[in-house]
């Protein structure tokens, strides 16, 4: 009798999604096609020889995520419709020889031979002669970051600005108390360190005392701007909530009306009290 010591090397893996039919398994080794459109028909055939060789599961060299993760100028992403139709050349001729294709998703960090490299520290590596710009904490760009929200906002802030300087400063008191208390609230749901850093920039003391005093001295003079200044009360609030609810979309979804509901009963009561504070009816 005969044995071996990979006994299942050559039977079939069910991993719930797809069966692989042997657990064979090439690993990511770039080959610079990645790189060019126009060498994906070669980089098709070089797999399909794989899979026709009787390999389980091809993973494919890096392809990067974005520009700074570019092993090298130009390098291959997955980030165009055009990237998807190239990447199918391969997936398609590997599905036909019988074989599964896995794409590699690879950041190279500094290692990347470009000039746009990032990375934790601004330290060059060896093997590169680019030294990587040095990412914050969150490994964010604020202005790119703000961008997909910026034309809301902007239209936010049209709608809200008020005809004149009462209502301006109603603006500020009611629009900024209620956004303070909606991402204070959001903020208890952060990671500690982070929560923390956004609560203390929003309790930053923005002068709403003194708003009311100002405010209060004008309406309490004028049941004319009294009255005007409750209609606009009313009309902000409808615009904040909108735009605060829409904050909360995440991967196109809302979350599930019963969570939001008590938040914003909540944030409805401390709007009604600072109306109140301004002597005016909610
Ligand atoms: C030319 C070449 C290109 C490679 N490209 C990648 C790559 O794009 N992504 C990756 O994770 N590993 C890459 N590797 C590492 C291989 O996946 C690894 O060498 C292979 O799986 C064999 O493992 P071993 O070197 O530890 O024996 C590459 C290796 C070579 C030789």
């Known amino acids: ?9 050559l039977a079939p893996l069910d991993l719930g999604f797809t069966t692989l039919r042997n657990r064979v398994l090439m690993g990511s080794m770039h080959t610079g096609l990645e790189d060019r459109f126009y060498n994906y028909g070669k980089l098709a055939a070089f797999y399909r020889e794989r899979a026709r060789g009787g390999v389980g599961l091809i993973v494919t060299g890096g392809i990067s995520p974005n520009r700074s993760g570019w092993l090298l100028p130009f390098g291959g992403t997955l980030n165009f419709k055009g990237d998807v139709y190239n990447h199918r050349r391969v997936t398609n001729a ?3 020889e019988g074989g599964k294709i896995l794409m590699q998703i690879l950041h190279a960090g500094r290692y990347g031979y470009q000039p746009f490299v990032v990375s934790a520290s601004p330290i060059k590596s060896p093997i590169s002669k680019f030294k990587p710009k040095e990412l914050d904490d969150a490994g964010i760009e604020p202005v790119a970051a703000m ?7 902007d239209d936010f802030r049209r709608r809200t600005q008020g005809a004149d300087y009462p209502e301006t400063l109603v603006t500020c008191y009611l629009t900024g108390g209620f956004l303070t208390d909606f991402f ?3 903020a208890a749901g952060l990671p500690k360190a982070l929560g923390e850093r956004v609560s203390a920039v929003l309790d930053i003391d923005a002068g709403q005392d003194a708003l ?10 004028s049941a004319r701007l009294a009255s005007r200044l409750a209609m606009w009360g009313r009309r902000l609030v409808g615009d904040t909530m909108l735009v605060a609810r829409s904050s909360l979309v995440t991967g196109g979804q809302l979350p599930g009306e019963e969570r939001i ?3 914003f009963t909540e944030l409805i009561s401390a709007h009604t009290r600072r109306m109140d504070a301004l002597g005016l009816t909610a």
Request: no cysteine; hydrophobic share 40%.
């Open 184 to 186: 204070t609230g959001l």
């Open 147 to 153: 961008d997909p929200f910026r034309a809301e906002l």
């Open 261 to 263: 509901e008590p938040v």
């Open 94 to 96: 590997v599905h036909e």
């Open 1 to 9: 009798m005969t044995t071996t010591p990979y006994p299942h090397l």
């Open 212 to 221: 009311v005093v100002e405010l209060r001295t004008a309406i309490d003079a």
